[in-house]
């Protein structure tokens, strides 16, 4: 069993950056795919960015790219997920998941991944 701590959250103006952290209870993240998704108010959780295990491939939904960054640090068990420009629609609650594989393919599909974090709030102000 792996618990996923998610930090980082807050209250940001438009154009502002934020940094999330994703800390998980293994020794190691070594092995485990990690992505994070998010969920708005009113509407369904949407992938936002994956990482492979190696941190060799990242993949990122398009509304995001060029302005998030997903990084990790296994040695920590963590990983991260950089915010800059932030947009109001960025506005939602942000979901660290991980899988257990050695994969070097990234996925976006929720239902792939087994462990799921509670969550960290993000609100972004026009």
């Known amino acids: 069993q792996v618990r996923l701590v998610e930090s980082g959250g807050g209250l940001v103006q438009a154009g502002g950056s934020l940094r999330l952290s994703c800390a998980a209870s293994v020794r190691t993240l070594s092995g485990y795919g990690m992505g994070w998704f998010r969920q708005a108010p009113g509407k369904e959780r949407e992938f936002v960015a994956t990482i492979t295990w190696s941190g060799g491939n990242t993949y990122y939904a398009d509304s995001v790219k060029g302005r998030f960054t997903i990084s990790r640090d296994n040695a920590k068990s963590t990983v991260y997920l950089q915010m800059n420009n932030l947009k109001p629609e960025d506005t939602a609650v942000y979901y660290c998941?991980?899988?257990?594989?050695?994969?070097?393919?990234?996925?976006?599909?929720?239902?792939?991944?087994?462990?799921w974090g509670q969550g960290t709030q993000v609100t972004v102000s026009s």
């Open positions: 998941a991980a899988r257990f594989t050695l994969s070097a393919a990234v996925t976006t599909k929720d239902d792939e991944y087994d462990y």
